[in-house]
Every structure is written in C-alpha cells, then in structure tokens.
C-alpha cells in the first residue's frame, strides 16, 4: 500500500513540472511588443533595399545605413540614398538623413535636409533641389513637397513654396511663390 | 580676336533677368510656363502679365511670350550723352513676344505704345528694345494711328520764365514785414 502511495506522489510532481517548463517556454517567446515600441520584423544594416512593382521591373533603389521594417509595413530608414525611381531612367537620386515609411503606405518621407538631383540635364550642370522633406510616392510615380524649396539649374536660381514632379522628369511643378532669377554668363 | 558686337548686342540687356510668379511648370522640351500675377524684369526692362512662356537657348538666350487681359511692359529711358533724361517708353497688348537674341518685342493685339506723351496703336507693333525705335504697321483692324506730342516751344518757355521771374520780384515789395499794409483810401466824393 506504502508503495502505492509513494507512486502517486512521484507522478503528481512530475507532472507539476512538466506543466511547468510549457509556461515557461511561452514566455520566452519573443515578444512583437516591448517597452521601446514594437521590434522590426527586419532590422537591417547597411542595407540595399529595391523594390519591384508588379511588373517585375525596379520601382526604386536605396541604400541605408540602417533599414528597420515592421510587421505593419512600416519602415524606419536611416542616411538613406535612392535613386532608380521608376526604373533605370529614373531622373532623381535623392539622399537625406532619415526616411520614413508610414504603415500600409505606399511613399516614403524623406526628412531634412533632403537634396535632390535631377539627373535629366544634357550633359551641362544637373538641376539641385534643397529642401526640407520629401514624399516619394510609389502608387502615382512622383516626388513632391510642400515645403519651401530652393533650386539651381545652370544659371537659373529658383526658389518656391512646394513643388510636384514626376519620376520620369517630364515636368516639375512649382506650386506657390515661385522666383526664378536668370544670371547670364557674361 | 573676339568677334566684333553689333549694336544691338553692346545694348541688348544682358543682366540677370528675375521672374516671379504664383506657379511654375518645367517641361523637358525645355519651355518653363509661370502663370499667375507674372513679372519678369531685366537691367531696364520690366514686363508684367497672367501668363509667360520662357524658351531658353544657348547663351542665356531667351523668348519671353506674356499674354494677358492686357500684358504692359516699360522701359526705362536713359539719358543721352549731353545727360538729359529721355522718356520711358510703355506697351500695352494682348500678346508681347520679347526675343533677347534679336532684343525685339512684338506688341501684338489691340497694341499701345507711348513714349513720355507720343501714343502709337495699332494691331501689331515692334519695338527694338536695344535700340528703342518703334515700327507699326496697319492691319485688318485699321491703319495705325500715332499722335505726337509737339517739342517744348523754346521761346514760349523762355517768355514764361521771364514773366514768372519778374512776379517773383514784384511780389516780395508788397509782403515785406515792416511795410504797412497797403489800404486803399476810399475815394472822396470822387464822381
């Protein structure tokens, strides 16, 4: 009978342990969710990132620093560069300290100072663009801002409030304020 | 050796020109179109209007095309080399077509030009910005019409002078302080 008892005894522990070592396996899960905010589902360093659109051509092309990407597809980029939008041609590269992708957007804000090349110039000096945040939008394939902006091109010298181009570099829109001074080479 | 300038290239304006605008749009062909309260000004020139199309071509050559309700542009006169000032010359339009490489504005459309108070209308007028001679020409709404102003008569002027001067002189006997004043005695019986 004594032995009986000390059998059962012996079994209720070790089931009591076993119990215990699933709870703990469950805690150690990693968890989506800390005290800083939720952890990248990719955290990236010194990184390329091009994305294709649905025709499996490249839609852009950048290259980061550090690249942290959410479950929610949202993004934090940082010393980023891009170029290639809309393909090889693409007519802007684009460089700016940080970047960010809004969750289930489609464009990525850049944030100051952002310089903007205009790579569709005929071999003379390329148009710069200097402001202080830019979207770059994937769903209708331009760039824009609604900040001031300042620009060069050759001897042109602009400066404006906003502006709207699209990424083939077909047309720039400069929306408001717009002063445009012409230095002739004497 | 360099190649010698003509004329209109020593007076062509060759400052840096300025643009402002509500809007711009940049195209790739190369044609900039600013819309809304434009002006464009250069060293003398001033063009002001609701739209301007800007063609640039090689050495910072350009055509300026400012269309409005009614584009105005003014030039600013210089003196001659005596010093004396010479008028602003004025243009009013539906269309002025400025082109820097032959430094010539078409004034096109219900055109007015003036010159201090010399008017010209007509439908088409060409002014030559370098070398400030206006050229009209009539057209299906009409001949051109020009009224000038006659030049100062020197000797008129001359006579005013005079006949202002000796007021000048007459007046300060009659306001001295010390003087009393003139009172004109009622006439005594006088018939």
Redesign the interface.
């Given at each position: 009978m004594r032995r009986l008892l000390l059998l059962a005894v012996a079994l209720a522990i070790s089931v009591a342990l076993w119990m215990g070592v699933q709870s703990f396996d469950r805690a150690s899960e990693p968890q989506a969710q800390d005290e800083s905010g939720p952890r990248p589902q990719y955290a990236l360093r010194d990184a390329e990132w091009t994305r294709l659109g649905a025709d499996g051509k490249t839609q852009f092309h950048i290259t980061a620093a550090t690249i942290d990407y959410y479950e929610n597809k949202s993004a934090v980029i940082g010393r980023m560069s891009m170029d290639g939008l809309g393909g090889d041609k693409g007519a802007w590269a684009l460089t700016s300290p940080a970047g960010e992708v809004p969750a289930n957007q489609e464009r990525i804000l850049m944030k100051k100072p952002v310089v903007i090349t205009g790579k569709?110039n005929k071999g003379g000096a390329p148009m710069m663009l200097y402001t202080d945040e830019l979207w770059v939008d994937s769903k209708r394939k331009e760039i824009y801002t609604s900040a001031p902006l300042r620009m060069t091109y050759g001897?042109q010298q602009?400066t404006?409030t906003g502006m709207r181009a699209d990424w083939a570099?077909?047309?720039?829109?400069?929306?408001?304020?717009?002063?445009?001074?012409?230095?002739?080479?004497? | 050796a360099p190649a010698k300038k003509n004329n209109a290239d020593v007076l062509r304006p060759t400052g840096p020109v300025t643009i402002t605008a509500d809007r711009a749009e940049w195209s790739k062909t190369g044609v900039m179109v600013y819309t809304g309260n434009v002006s464009l000004v250069s060293e003398k020139m001033k063009m002001n209007g609701n739209r301007l199309e800007l063609t640039q071509f090689p050495e910072s050559q350009y055509t300026a095309k400012i269309t409005g309700d009614q584009a105005h542009l003014e030039h600013a006169g210089e003196p001659t080399e005596k010093g004396e000032p010479t008028p602003t010359v004025t243009a009013d339009a539906s269309t002025l077509l400025y082109d820097s490489r032959t430094s010539v504005v078409d004034v096109i459309g219900n055109a007015k030009m003036t010159r201090g108070k010399d008017e010209v209308t007509g439908s088409n007028i060409r002014y030559n910005v370098a070398e400030r001679r206006i050229q009209a020409t009539g057209g299906d709404a009409g001949q051109v019409k020009i009224v000038i102003q006659p030049p100062p008569d020197k000797k008129l002027q001359l006579q005013k002078a005079a006949e202002s001067k000796a007021a000048e002189i007459k007046a300060p006997e009659s306001t001295t302080p010390d003087a009393k004043p003139a009172v004109s005695k009622p006439a005594e019986n006088t018939p």
């Open positions: 569709s001897e602009a404006a570099g077909e047309n720039l829109n400069l929306l408001h304020d717009v002063k445009v001074t012409y230095v002739p080479r004497s | -």
